[in-house]
T-cell receptor, first 113, second 113 residues
Framework: QKEVEQNSGPLSVPEGAIASLNCTYS??????FFWYRQYSGKSPELIMS????GDKEDGRFTAQLNKASQYVSLLIRDSQPSDSATYLC?????????????FGKGTHLIIQP | DVKVTQSSRYLVKRTGEKVFLECVQD?????MFWYRQDPGLGLRLIYF???????EKGDIPEGYSVSREKKERFSLILESASTNQTSMYLC????????????FGAGTRLSVL
């Protein structure tokens, strides 16, 4: 059974601070990792993808991957109230996963002005 | 830009009705998916398809069926709608390439009365 675990939160962070979101996964052969942002009542939108160990930066967002520890994280620098949303971690199994991504249940992030 | 279009944003149906949810993607993706999302339960996979006329059950297929007669279109069918099928329904598509990014439609909020 493939599992992706996230702390459901809510995680409350002051505006301008760094928000740190974490995710662990059970399938050691997983090959691709994604972070989606979902505003209330809307569909998930992709904000970051990462495929190899280390850090990947895109603007205020940094994704970190450690395959040995089966751990993925997302850092949001200079957090803004518009970053308040639920963040979904998603993992693609080895072999391409015809059944799609395995999603965590999401972490609810609140940025306090 | 990849576009996944769901035919309705909101639907209200009566118990026992047959309900069709339509999804169209414009990026020639091989893989298409139907999820439902409920508070506290996360995204749950109902059915997926990796080719025309091919369909596979996901985690919660009971009470649903699907149709994929053309590559770009994937339909979800509720044969006899019940109140416990009130939910947000999300369609997604993904190519089989190494990039493997999964794109979502805007979602259909279905209420069964």
């Amino acid at each position: 059974q493939k599992e992706v675990e996230q702390n459901s939160g809510p995680l409350s962070v002051p505006e301008g601070a760094i928000a740190s979101l974490n995710c662990t996964y059970s399938d050691r052969g997983s090959q691709s990792f994604f972070w989606y942002r979902q505003y209330s009542g809307k569909s998930p939108e992709l904000i970051m993808s990462i495929y190899s160990n280390g850090d990947k930066e895109d603007g205020r967002f940094t994704a970190q991957l450690n395959k040995a520890s089966q751990y993925v994280s997302l850092l949001i620098r200079d957090s803004q109230p518009s970053d308040s949303a639920t963040y979904l971690c998603a993992v693609l199994a080895a072999g391409g996963g015809a059944d799609g991504l395995t999603f965590g249940k999401g972490t609810h992030l609140i940025i306090q002005p | 830009d990849v576009k996944v279009t769901q035919s309705s944003r909101y639907l209200v149906k009566r118990t026992g009705e047959k309900v069709f949810l339509e999804c169209v993607q414009d990026m020639d993706h091989e893989n298409m998916f139907w999820y439902r999302q409920d508070p506290g339960l996360g995204l749950r996979l109902i059915y997926f398809s990796y080719d025309v006329k091919m369909k596979e059950k996901g985690d919660i297929p009971e009470g649903y069926s699907v149709s994929r007669e053309k590559k770009e279109r994937f339909s979800l069918i509720l044969e006899s709608a019940s109140t416990n099928q009130t939910s947000m329904y999300l369609c997604a598509s993904r190519s089989s390439s190494a990039v493997n990014i999964q794109y979502f439609g805007a979602g259909t909020r279905l209420s069964v009365l």
